[in-house]
């Protein structure tokens, strides 16, 4: 295959991917009627090319180059929809009609390390097990949650822990521009789809005995000789 011909090809499954994100159709349809519109454009596109392209570029590569074009287009399409990971139908993220929701409490297990992110909060992903708003009935739920939580001493947790947080859902940022770190895609490739800004814990279970326990001990002692902020960063 000559250049001309492999950069055609190339060109068309770039044209299929950010035909993704490009056009914004109704909110009413689902992911994959959305895929078959575009898939039905792009076979328009491809069969138009086909047809009327001799007409304007007389030197063009063999019509059998441009409908390949077309199917790797739609070839990729379809690919980036089935690798791109969406939330289930109960998951917690589609409480969010808008970016936040206020005063909502989420009962969940948590399901890793206790870390210390930038600002110096406690950070963790929580299992989602329950929620309830104000003055409803509690609700069953699904999901993974980015939490992050004030960090003093009523706050500390330990992985495995089931516990009741207060705080604010929200709706992950994306990037501005291409250079840019985008959150939703990272807390999306992790599974997660929302993120929890807590404020109060207002209940947790005893965790069962684990690892964390020798590794709580090595945090105590290293903030006994070092105080609480040094020894904290260096715990973290």
């Known amino acids: 295959m000559n250049r001309p011909n492999s950069v055609i090809l190339g060109l068309a499954y770039i044209l299929g991917l950010l035909s993704t994100g490009l056009v914004d159709f109704s909110p009413q349809l689902n992911r994959w009627q959305e895929v078959v519109i575009r898939i039905v454009?792009?076979?328009?596109?491809?069969?138009?090319?086909?047809?009327?392209?001799?007409?304007?570029?007389?030197?063009?590569?063999?019509?059998?180059?441009?409908?390949?074009?077309?199917?790797?287009?739609?070839?990729?399409?379809?690919?980036?929809?089935?690798r791109t990971p969406y939330p289930s139908a109960n998951d917690i993220s589609n409480l969010l009609k808008n970016n936040v929701v206020n005063s909502i409490k989420i009962t969940g297990s948590i399901i890793s390390e206790i870390r210390l992110n930038r600002r110096e909060n406690l950070q963790f992903w929580l299992e989602v097990k329950e929620f309830s708003l104000k003055n409803l009935p509690t609700e069953k739920s699904t999901g993974k949650l980015y939490v992050t939580l004030p960090n003093l001493a009523e706050n500390q947790v330990y992985p495995g822990q089931e516990i009741t947080i207060k705080g604010l859902l929200y709706r992950p940022r994306r990037a501005n521009n291409p250079s840019a770190f985008d959150f939703a895609s990272y807390l999306a490739r992790q599974g997660a789809f929302a993120g929890l800004k807590g404020e109060i814990i207002i209940d947790k279970k005893s965790p069962n005995w684990g690892i964390w326990q020798i590794r709580q001990r090595i945090v105590e002692a290293q903030i006994q000789r070092l105080g609480q902020e040094k020894g904290t960063l260096l715990s973290s």
């Open 41 to 82: 454009i792009l076979s328009l596109i491809t069969l138009l090319t086909t047809i009327f392209i001799r007409r304007f570029w007389w030197q063009s590569p063999p019509r059998k180059i441009w409908l390949m074009g077309g199917l790797i287009a739609i070839f990729a399409v379809v690919y980036l929809e089935i």
